[in-house]
């Protein structure tokens, strides 16, 4: 019975990360198409403006008049391409953030335990307190370890059994 509910969770995990990357996919895709279209007309412009930067190459100001001139014939803006990807920036943070710190975002830890769990990392040997940024990964790196569980025994088991259990299923972390 505990193995058929763990296998129906992990394929509701499996299930909501597809659907979370199709959606993403899908409200992205406008964008992305939108970057395209803008960078195969810049490629388009290259010859003109190569002729333009040898025609203007010893007057820099007389140049980017003549380039700007030719954008808005060309009904094309340089910085249309980039400006669809800037809107995915926030959204890839969104995700990093949540790969970086699983036990308060996934696990939904309390601050006061990743907290002490900090602490005790440190404490073991060859850990040092200023080596890694990534202190949730290496928490559920060590935790998840047998050979470093009894540092995180004073947590108690559910906090062993929970790393554990999560490192064995998203062992990607």
Known sequence: LFKHKLSEIEGKE?????IFALLTKM??????IKSQRSSAKMRALNPKLEKLRKSFSNNPQRLQEEQ???YAE???SPMSGCLPMLIQFPILFGIIDVV???????????????????????TIPGM?????SYEELMILKYASDPEYQ????????????KITEFSEKNNFL
């Open 150 to 161: 009894s540092y995180f025994s004073e947590l108690g088991g559910e906090f062993t059994s």
């Open 128 to 132: 040092d307190s200023k080596a890694s």
């Open 68 to 70: 700007m001139k030719l």
């Open 14 to 18: 499996s299930l909501a990360l597809i």
């Open 100 to 122: 970086y710190k699983p036990l308060s975002h996934i696990l939904r830890m309390s601050k006061d335990v990743i907290s002490k769990a900090k602490d005790i990392l440190f």
């Open 74 to 76: 060309e009904g094309v």
């Open 27 to 32: 409200l992205l895709l406008p964008l992305n």
